[in-house]
Antibody, heavy 121, light 108 residues
Framework: QVQLVQSGAEVKKPGASVKISCKAS????????IHWVRQAPGHRLEWMGW????????KYSQKFEARVTITRDTSASTAYMELSSLRSEDTAVYYC??????????????WGQGTLVTVSS | ETVLTQSPGSLSLSPGERATLSCRAN???????LAWYQQKPGQAPRLLIY???SRATGIPDRFSGSGSGTDFTLTITGLEPEDFAVYYC?????????FGQGTTVEIK
């Protein structure tokens, strides 16, 4: 069965960076895109970007483009999301999600368990 | 960006009743690229419906989606205790992908 397992909770100081991992199993990693979505307290789900696991090409939300980097390691079936210049408003649960279908325009069919990132001085 | 507005913000119903949730977009959603997710406290979202009306694997048929253009509906026919949760619509026809603000279905 498809599983996405994320790394554990992080506490960071303002201005620092955080890098979260998302290890996939149960399917051919290269065949599906991985999205990153965050959920801040009291806010709606917010899409940050995606990576084409086959070729490593990325697409970012303009809101995060200057601060986010999504990468992948195909040998480890793992995707990563790094967010830099953290501020208190970045305190949120961060999710990775796999595209439902192989095509680009598709919903998010499988989700990781979420990683809480707390930004506090 | 494509803004999705869900209504109502919350819905108070009893088990067995029918829930009707609305999602309105500020522009036409092309090719039926509209999905619905369910989220329970402390859990990740779960895909219920994609392509406006297709149920994801394992989703019971009491969940149904409909709509076109800018107006979409999720209907839950005969609420079960496990259905009380927050529901989000999401469009995947435009970048950035966007979500509605959610509708909470709570037990009356």
């Amino acid at each position: 069965q498809v599983q996405l397992v994320q790394s554990g909770a992080e506490v960071k100081k303002p201005g620092a960076s955080v890098k979260i991992s998302c290890k996939a199993s149960g399917y051919t990693f290269n065949n599906f895109a991985i999205h990153w979505v965050r959920q801040a307290p009291g806010h709606r789900l917010e899409w940050m970007g995606w990576i084409n696991a086959a070729n490593g090409k990325t697409k970012y939300s303009q809101k995060f483009e200057a601060r986010v980097t999504i990468t992948r390691d195909t040998s480890a079936s793992t995707a990563y999301m790094e967010l830099s210049s953290l501020r208190s408003e970045d305190t949120a649960v961060y999710y990775c999600a796999r595209s439902l279908q192989i095509t680009t325009a598709t919903s998010m069919g499988y989700w990781g368990q979420g990683t809480l990132v707390t930004v506090s001085s | 960006e494509t803004v999705l507005t869900q209504s109502p913000g919350s819905l108070s119903l009893s088990p067995g009743e029918r829930a009707t949730l609305s999602c309105r977009a500020n522009q036409t959603i092309s090719y039926s690229f509209l999905a619905w997710y369910q989220q329970k406290p402390g859990q990740a979202p779960r895909l219920l419906i994609y392509g406006v009306s297709s149920r994801a694997t394992g989703i019971p048929d009491r969940f149904s989606g409909s709509g076109s253009g800018t107006d979409f509906t999720l209907t839950i026919t005969g609420l079960e205790p496990e259905d009380f949760a927050v529901y989000y619509c999401q469009q995947y026809g435009y970048l950035p992908r966007t979500f509605g603000q959610g509708t909470t279905v709570e037990i009356k």
